[in-house]
């Protein structure tokens, strides 16, 4: 079945600091990929998504590319802030399993002044 | 435009009772899809929903049902509670219906308590 993994948390950074979250999946089909942000007291919000290998997905700052041949969709941002505090989720969808989009367990970004 | 909204945004039960989730899509969406997001679990896929119909459901038992109503709100019924049922339920919506879902737009969430 399909599965995402992402680096275990919670992470704390300084103002400014470079963010890396590491995400690698398994699909049974082609997946599309996307990255969700839940912050405090808020529902799920597509941060940014990519549809096939290679591209790159970028959103306030954030980008992940789609790496196929590494199974790959880290995400990063080169100088956190203080607003970027958040639940952080990696998923995926495919054809294969319709309707169902897989995520990963969701890594807790702190971001101090 | 609205966003996806959800009622009622708490419910405490005992256990063996039956509890009921609502779910107003975004206007437009016809896909409705329902997670549980219990402590330290992540989200698990329960139920999608497209025109009406159950279209997929995920690893879960029976007494998770749920329907899809005319105007696309949802409803996610939960039988014979149990203490693990206890967790943050979420309604998404979107405008890909079939294939490969796109962005999912979130609610924010019924929190369930069986006590």
């Known amino acids: 079945g399909d599965s995402v993994t992402q680096m275990e948390g919670p992470v704390t950074l300084s103002e400014e600091a470079f963010l890396t979250i590491n995400c690698t999946y398994t699909?049974?089909?082609?997946?599309?990929l996307f990255w969700y942000v839940q912050y405090p007291g808020e529902g799920l919000q597509l941060l940014l998504k990519?549809?096939?290998?290679?591209d790159k997905g970028s959103n306030k700052g954030f980008e992940a590319t789609y790496r196929k041949e590494t199974t790959s969709f880290h995400l990063e941002k080169g100088s956190v802030q203080v607003s970027d505090s958040a639940v952080y989720f990696c998923?995926?969808?495919?054809?294969?399993?319709?309707?169902?989009?897989?995520f990963g367990d969701g890594t807790t970004l702190t971001v101090k002044p | 435009e609205a966003g996806v909204t959800q009622s009622p945004t708490h419910l405490i039960k005992t256990r063996g009772q039956q509890a009921t989730l609502r779910c107003s899509p975004i206007?437009?969406?016809?896909?409705v899809y329902w997670y549980q997001q219990a402590l330290g679990l992540g989200l698990q896929f329960l139920l999608w929903?497209?025109?009406?119909?159950?279209?997929n459901r995920g690893n879960f038992p029976p007494r998770f049902s749920g329907r899809q109503f005319p105007n696309y709100s949802s409803e996610l019924n939960v039988n014979a509670l149990e203490l693990e049922d206890s967790a943050l339920y979420l309604c998404?919506?979107?405008?890909?219906?079939?294939?490969?879902?796109?962005?999912?737009?979130f609610g924010e969430g019924s929190r369930l308590t069986v006590l």
């Open positions: 929903y497209d025109e009406g119909e159950e279209r």
């Open positions: 998404a919506s979107s405008l890909v219906t079939g294939g490969r879902t796109g962005e999912l737009f």
């Open positions: 206007s437009g969406h016809t896909s």
């Open positions: 990519a549809t096939k290998a290679d």
């Open positions: 998923a995926l969808s495919t054809y294969t399993n319709a309707g169902k989009s897989t």
């Open positions: 699909a049974t089909g082609y997946p599309s």
